[in-house]
């Protein structure tokens, strides 16, 4: 790995075209990524790569007259001090904040380059150029900053909220409703059984722990997210199986008070919060009328909730 104080100008002006290309490239994976749900977004990350081609070409153009046709292989990665990207750009669906912060700190680095290496150099006409070139990066670091603050379109903000609802809501809701419904017969089954708050917390906390892992790779497993633009499968899958465990330990935590008819009375009245929280995330994030979707989770959990009792006391 070589330093930037051993750079020849030759070598200086080659990692250059390099950086420039390859900055070219990630912008245009950029655009491709995010242009069916951000494209007025992608645009502006078309004319990025647009404005890194002209930069390209101006630095061969300089290279063919002072070294010649031949322009050797540098990257950033041959040349200490440069910080290690993350190929964000691989992942699909492509995050827009993440794109935006990468194509931030992006133009910065090459700003930061581009101002050190014309400080060293002797000769004028590179001097000069890579002086250039520092400035017009640092105005598309300027403009990378104001891609990231950017307020999205009205169709923008709608696909936004969908992929958000997609990869977020949706495995949350699903774990909650899993978490809150499923746990209870078991714990309900055991306080009427047991009589003993310990022995019911720890069914709760297995129960909801237990459905927690399994709804979590459940989730993770069923998607990849390239086709249904659910996003990373992983994501979801923790998103998923922290919300069961969540709404198993919601009505699990009371049975920490001794008095075991007290802490039922609790867990019901955290059951009836649970459930409730449940009906109005449908009703807003899943388009469901709020007493359709309060029926629905109500009779459910009743269900549920009726079922541990007779279980219990048989």
Not at 145 to 170: G, I
Request: some cysteine; glycine content about 8%; overall charge neutral.
């Amino acid at each position: 790995m070589r330093t930037f104080d051993s750079l020849t100008e030759r070598e200086i002006l080659a990692l250059a075209i390099s950086l420039e290309e390859e900055d070219a490239r990630i912008y245009e994976d950029f655009a491709n990524g995010i242009e069916a749900n951000y494209p007025e977004q992608a645009a502006k990350f078309r004319k990025m790569r647009h404005d890194e081609d002209r930069h390209r070409h101006r630095l061969l153009e300089l290279y063919k007259v002072r070294f010649g046709e031949h322009v050797p292989l540098i990257r950033r990665q041959d040349i200490r001090g440069f910080v290690n990207r993350r190929p964000v750009w691989l992942v699909r669906p492509l995050g827009l904040k993440t794109v935006q912060k990468t194509a931030e700190s992006m133009e910065v680095e090459t700003f930061r380059f581009y101002e050190a290496v014309a400080r060293r150099t002797t000769d004028a006409g590179i001097r000069q150029l890579l002086g250039d070139l520092a400035e017009e990066e640092r105005g598309h670091a300027h403009a990378a900053e104001q891609v990231a603050k950017a307020r999205l379109s009205e169709d923008e903000a709608s696909r936004a909220k969908r992929l958000f609802v997609l990869q977020v809501v949706q495995p949350g809701l699903a774990g909650l409703m899993d978490g809150s419904v499923s746990t209870l017969a078991p714990l309900f089954a055991a306080a009427f059984a047991t009589h003993s708050s310990l022995e019911t917390f720890l069914v709760g906390l297995a129960a909801s722990v237990g459905a927690g892992i399994s709804m979590g790779f459940a989730e993770a497993l069923s998607d990849d997210g390239s086709l249904t633009g659910r996003g990373h499968p992983w994501a979801r899958g923790f998103v998923c199986g922290a919300m069961t465990a969540l709404g198993g330990l919601g009505h699990t935590m009371p049975y920490l008070i001794p008095n075991v008819k007290t802490a039922t009375a609790i867990a019901v009245a955290v059951v009836l919060v649970e459930l409730s929280v449940i009906s109005w995330v449908r009703h807003k994030f899943m388009d469901t009328p709020l007493v359709s979707a309060l029926l629905q989770v109500m009779l459910g959990g009743a269900l549920v909730f009726l079922a541990g009792i007779l279980i219990g006391n048989s």
